[in-house]
């Protein structure tokens, strides 16, 4: 933080195009300064991480032969069905 405050604020974020700036105060990371493509990018690439990880879940669940439902599939994995839902809705509207 000390090397922050002594370069400013405009000095951070000019870095943070660069390359990510980590600040730290007595080794510790309080923040991540960061340039707005490589957030989204960041983003970009969790989303379809995400889409993967569901996607071979559902694979294995088909290949089993025994059909579940998205109830059964979110118990199984630990995830909330209705935040699902909702995630289906939002991408269904951006397609539209």
Do not use: N
């Amino acid at each position: 933080m000390s090397t922050a405050s002594r370069k400013g604020l405009s000095a951070v974020a000019a870095s943070a195009e660069d390359q990510r700036v980590v600040l730290t105060s007595h080794g510790r990371t309080v923040a991540v300064v960061d340039s707005p493509q490589r957030a989204e990018e960041q983003a970009r690439l969790l989303r379809e991480a995400s889409l993967a990880v569901l996607d071979a879940a559902a694979d294995l669940i088909s290949a089993r032969g025994k059909q579940f439902d998205l109830d059964e599939v979110c118990a199984r994995l630990g995830v909330d069905p209705e935040r699902v839902r909702a995630r289906a809705a939002l991408e269904a509207d951006r397609a539209r």
